[in-house]
């Protein structure tokens, strides 16, 4: 059984920082590329940030330069390390498990809201 656990998310203050965790299990995660998306009310859901099984990195315009995305291949963990948060960051932020020809995944979710 995949599993993708979220974890790290909260409530912060604009300028503030946040690093949010995803544990998977029940696949290969070495082989996968992973991603951080995030939904807002109202708005769909959107990548943000993605690492491919060889460390290649890609960001959405919006977060690129205040959010950083890495991986620990011992730990099955990725991280999304977010800096300078602002109100239009409030979301649920998901993780993703992808591999052509393998599977898709996602967790469950992890609130984070900026706000004072």
């Known amino acids: 059984q995949v599993q993708l656990v979220e974890s790290g998310g909260g409530l912060v203050q604009p300028g503030g920082s946040l690093r949010l965790s995803c544990v998977g299990s029940?696949?290969?995660?070495?082989?996968?590329?992973m991603g951080w998306y995030r939904q807002a009310p109202g708005k769909q859901r959107e990548l943000i940030a993605s690492?491919?099984?060889?460390?290649?990195?890609d960001y959405a315009d919006s977060v690129r330069g205040r959010f950083t995305i890495s991986r620990d291949n011992a730990k099955n963990t990725v991280f999304l390390q977010m800096s300078s948060l602002k109100p239009e960051d409030t979301a649920v932020y998901y993780c993703?498990?992808?591999?052509?020809?393998?599977?898709?995944?996602w967790g469950q979710g992890t609130q984070v809201t900026v706000s004072s």
């Open positions: 993703n498990a992808v591999l052509v020809r393998a599977g898709l995944y």
């Open positions: 029940g696949i290969i995660f070495s082989t996968y590329t």
């Open positions: 690492i491919t099984n060889r460390g290649t990195t």
